[in-house]
């Protein structure tokens, strides 16, 4: 009996210690899956954070990165500026000194002869603004005779309007009708009797009766008088017959004379603008 109980006492602490076993095996499971679980939730937490401030830094480095590009990309930009500007001043500087130097030529003339030819002026303005269209296309519209051989200026002008004055007013009554001999005594008669006023203002609109040689040469004297070549020479433009013959060489070197000081004003005038834009710029 008392073995049978104590056989029965071994089996019941044996399936105690089994159960226990089974238990403790159980909650170590448990506690082994819970700590797993901590420790992979902690990890993704950790891995989270660490991503999140590697980001972070990754973004504030491309930021930094991008502004310095773009204050390099600035300083490169001021600095191209800033030589183009050069550039163009000292472009704009040489086309200035070049159109006065050719401003300079055209007051050369010495006594009754011409200026200095203007051709090595013009070939250091063509030089020095090579890739200027505008330039270029001023420089080829001067006449060639003034590259050549120059002009005569506006004072040797006027002096030799009065021998051609004198020449038309005694061939006034000459045409292709009118040129005998005797036709050359009269009309050489007329300019010694015939007293007009040796200037006149001319009006602002001429007539029929303003076109005649006499009237013609008092209205171009006034126009000389008081500085305006070119209308004088447009007086001189209306003369017919022998009149027209005489002048015709003094209106080629006025017209020359003209043109050549038209192209170079506009020289003038241009390169003066070029060089103020650059200023401002600046």
């Not at 448990?30 to 902690?42: D, P, Y």
């Not at 060639?144 to 005569?152: D, H, I, K, N, P």
């Not at 009554?173 to 300019?191: A, C, G, K, P, W």
């Not at 009006?203 to 000389?224: G, H, V």
Request: one cysteine or more; glycine letters at 4%.
């Amino acid at each position: 009996m008392e073995a049978e109980m104590r056989t029965q006492l071994r089996r019941q602490a044996a399936a105690h210690t089994d159960h226990l076993r089974d238990v403790l095996k159980v909650q170590e499971q448990e506690l082994r899956a819970e700590a797993q679980e901590s420790l992979a939730r902690k990890l993704s937490e950790h891995e989270t954070h660490f991503r999140r401030m590697t980001q972070e830094q990754l973004d504030n480095f491309t930021l930094d990165m991008n502004a310095a590009y773009a204050r390099l990309k600035g300083m490169e930009h001021a600095i191209e500026s800033h030589a183009v500007a050069e550039e163009e001043a000292r472009k704009a500087h040489e086309l200035w000194l070049s159109v006065e130097a050719l401003s300079y030529s055209l007051k050369t003339a010495a006594g009754g002869s011409t200026t200095e030819p203007l051709q090595g002026a013009v070939q250091a303005i063509q030089a020095s603004c090579a890739d200027n269209e505008f330039t270029q296309t001023l420089t080829s519209a001067l006449p060639s005779e003034s590259l050549t051989r120059g002009v005569y200026s506006e004072a040797s002008l006027r002096a030799r309007f009065y021998d051609i004055r004198k020449l038309a007013r005694r061939v006034a009554m000459i045409d292709e009708t009118r040129n005998s001999l005797y036709q050359y005594f009269l009309s050489y008669l007329q300019s010694l009797l015939l007293f007009e006023q040796q200037q006149r203002k001319p009006p602002t609109q001429l007539s029929s009766e303003d076109l005649d040689t006499f009237t013609l040469l008092s209205y171009a004297t006034y126009c000389i008088e008081h500085g305006d070549l070119e209308l004088a020479a447009k007086f001189l433009n209306q003369l017919k017959g022998e009149s027209r013959r005489v002048a015709q060489d003094w209106l080629k070197e006025a017209r020359l004379t003209l043109e050549t000081r038209q192209v170079v004003s506009l020289l003038s005038a241009y390169a003066n603008a070029v060089g103020l834009g650059t200023t401002q710029v600046e």
